[in-house]
């Protein structure tokens, strides 16, 4: 009876609609092993059009979405993936939920530097800045893109200044990584290189700044097709510079800024974290998409906070993830690092630490995915 039953099943159930309304929903680690199902099977789930269709109908893919997964990477190129939910917090022993990922680079004693992370690649350069590696984490495959000497120093430049920037832009289909060298000549940026690399044609080309010298300040932030920086111009102050990754081009936006704060993305917006004693609280999380301000939040001295200097995500019943640093017995504060987690629906809110590392780490949402960090010209299994 039951093989009658499986065989009805399948007369109903059409080689379509299982890949397309059942697999797609399927978590990263169950479809890496139905690839084992059969030849068909293997070429339908290792396709960029399933890896794409499974990203799109993932729970967690939306900018939006609450974040219950973090990438971790030290500075001795160890990487983490780190699970939260906040239905299960029996334990109350969070490292239980850190996972190292056992990785071999191919980069000997090269130091690895953080540049960027969207649906589930992670985006790395070696110290000697020879290559790009992208990474996909969850099914552990890697590809190194030379740079072909673009992040070279122009031959008269004494102090070069570079920052970057890793992101995604949907309506091309391409993921793309922005390089950007500021020329300084004593205390003042005197010009700005700027390189481009598209995963999607494998080629690098340079193309114009387009505005007056400034410093640029931070990694890239990725919100909806654009990447952030914050910069600083002797005659305008603090900055944003925008980069959309469409068209290519930057913006330069005047905007209410200190140095003291710091920027983040939170549900899929820009955000910055403000210093303010204007507030009831020391420190001020201002949500937006400029120039509009969506949300603020006051977060009140009593949290005792660690100087915490990244904001990540909100979970699904609106607490947030940040990273700060900690002292040791000394007061030093040797780049020691934590993750904590702020509840805001508590009254009064709550703070607690939920990792702490004695070095300095990356932190940075991550959403598992199948999408491949090869050329489109090249297998995805190569």
Known sequence: MSEIKNKQLQSYLSDDLITQEILTRLPVKSILRFKSVS?????????????????IKSPFSHPSAPVNSLFI????????????????????????????LDVDFGVGKDHLRFRGC??????????????????????????K????????????????????GFGYASSVDDYKFVGILSVIEGSTPTSIIVHVFSMRENRWRNIEFGHDPLFILNLGMFVSDKLYWSAYSKQAGYLFVRFDLVVERFDVINIDWDKSDFLGVMRGCLSKCKYSEAFTGDRVLHIMEPPLIVKSIGLPKGLKLDCFSEMIGFTKTDKFFLTGSFSDETGDFPSRR????????????????????????????????????????KPSDA
């Open 338 to 377: 934590t993750l904590g987690i702020v509840d805001t629906c508590t009254k009064p809110m709550q703070y607690r630490v939920l990792l702490r590392f004695n070095k300095f780490i990356n932190i940075v949402r991550y959403v598992p995915s199948l999408v491949s960090p090869f050329p489109i010209d």
């Open 145 to 164: 893109y030379p740079s072909h000497g673009y992040f070279k120093c122009p031959d008269e430049a004494n102090n070069v200044s570079i920052t970057c």
């Open 39 to 55: 030849k068909q099977w293997y070429s339908t789930l290792s396709s960029s059009d399933f890896a794409n269709a499974h990203l």
């Open 73 to 100: 990477m030290d500075h001795y190129n160890c990487c983490y993936l780190f699970s939260y939910d906040d239905d299960d917090q029996i334990s109350g022993n969070f490292e239980d939920n850190l996972v190292k």
């Open 118 to 143: 969207g649906n589930g690649l992670v985006c790395l350069t070696p110290a000697s800045d020879e290559y790009l590696i992208i990474w996909n984490p969850a099914t552990r495959k890697l590809h």
